[in-house]
């Protein structure tokens, strides 16, 4: 049974200021949850009913495994309907420094604020083979119990650093000579333009796009072409899709130019 400030910690990590605070996040549901245990992320707490049992390969020392009822799992949880198991975990930090970023092909976030957004651009990362994500210092926080969720286990394997957008894109621009490719309503066709890799991808905010303190860091803008060209249609795609299609894209022309 959860005591009640065990229920009152996991009710906090809706709250920034909370998890930063305790430097805990919350994770719910047997995937994301054993996602993560396998990815070697340190649970302090972990409430689940008789429906979930523990990884063979996770240890268990300093760990608080409580059992409960699925009663007792709903009156603590987040979500609407929790399935089993919920976990408090320790925020890993990764350092920004590192060389990966300006040798892999790197998703660059200019203040995205959606959650869901947020996780469904961490899952495609996943599953393109992205490693790294940056985020501006305003991007909706990636230990937001709905973009962990969201994630579905991806936040596990994924790398996500904040930092000062401009300042990065200007010290990228000085170390190296790869591209910075951002996403703009007036760029060129991405089907149409040569793709390369590594380099970065900047996806703008989902209201006002990509800001003018860094568009002097793109090297090329790039459009998702409507079809056919000149007819009316939606004013823009949502930045998830949008993630989607500029990800492979990428991964198509890097398989077929070898």
């Known amino acids: ?24 996040f919350l994770a719910e ?8 245990l396998e990815a070697g992320l340190q649970a302090t707490l972990i409430a689940h009913t ?31 309907t929790p399935q089993h198991v919920l976990a408090l975990f320790k925020q890993p930090h990764y350092s920004i420094n590192n ?14 604020q959606d959650p869901g957004n947020m996780g469904t651009i961490i899952r495609l990362a996943d599953w393109f083979g992205i490693h ?3 985020c501006s210092l305003d991007t909706v926080d990636v230990f937001n119990p709905k973009v962990v969720q969201a994630t579905m286990g991806a936040i596990a394997r994924i790398k996500v650093h904040y930092t000062d957008l401009p300042a990065f894109l200007q010290q990228y621009r000085e170390k190296c000579a790869n591209p910075i490719y951002g996403t703009y309503l007036e760029g060129k066709n991405i089907y149409d333009n040569p793709l390369i890799a590594p380099s970065l991808i900047v996806m703008g905010n989902e209201g006002n796009g990509i800001r003018a303190e860094n568009t002097p860091f793109i090297t090329q803008k790039l459009t998702i072409p409507t079809f056919p060209a000149g007819t009316p249609t939606s004013e823009s795609l949502n930045v998830g899709v949008a993630a989607a299609i ?5 991964r198509r022309v890097a398989a077929y130019s070898r």
């Open 246 to 250: 500029v990800c492979a894209e990428f």
């Open 132 to 134: 790294q994500i940056v």
């Open 1 to 24: 049974m959860l005591s009640k400030n065990q229920k009152k910690l996991i009710a906090s990590m809706a709250q920034k200021k909370q998890r930063d605070s305790h430097g805990l």
């Open 29 to 36: 549901g047997p995937k994301t949850v054993t996602d993560l």
């Open 99 to 112: 060389n990966a970023i300006y040798n892999e092909l790197t998703l660059v976030l200019d203040g995205i």
């Open 50 to 80: 008789i429906n979930w049992s523990l990884p063979p390969s996770c240890h268990t020392e300093s760990l608080q495994l409580i059992p409960v009822t699925q009663k007792e799992l709903e009156s603590a949880s987040h979500l609407k």
